[in-house]
Nanobody, 120 residues
Framework: QVQLVESGGGLVQPGGSLRLSCAAS????????LGWYRQAPGKERELVAI???????NYGNSVKGRFTISRDNAKNTVDLQMNSLKPEDTAVYYC??????????????WGQGTQVTVSS
């Protein structure tokens, strides 16, 4: 059983910063990708950022240069540092784990989501 527990959401003013954290527990494959997705009201869920167990990163176009993803493989945690936040970053942010074997995706897990609101 795999669980993902997120923390760090909240209300922030435009231009401000927030840091999201996610801890994965259970049977975690050594080959995996941890990341963040978000979903705003009336919109589809979209990629924010992912980082593989090998350290490769990928960012959504709308957050490049503002958000930074990092992970601790020993602790199975992933953090998302969000800077220069904009009102359009307002969404529920979901932690995601993809278990892989020889880089092939096998299983996907989602956290419960944490609300990020950017407003003055």
């Amino acid at each position: 059983q795999v669980q993902l527990v997120e923390s760090g959401g909240g209300l922030v003013q435009p231009g401000g910063s927030l840091r999201l954290s996610c801890a994965a527990s259970g049977s975690i494959f050594s080959d995996n990708a941890l990341g963040w997705y978000r979903q705003a009201p009336g919109k589809e869920r979209e990629l924010v950022a992912i980082i593989t167990s090998g350290g490769s990163r990928n960012y959504g176009n709308s957050v490049k240069g503002r958000f930074t993803i990092s992970r601790d493989n020993a602790k199975n945690t992933v953090d998302l540092q969000m800077n220069s936040l904009k009102p359009e970053d307002t969404a529920v942010y979901y932690c995601h784990l993809q278990q892989r074997r020889f880089t092939r995706p096998l299983y996907d897990y989602w956290g419960q989501g944490t609300q990020v609101t950017v407003s003055s």
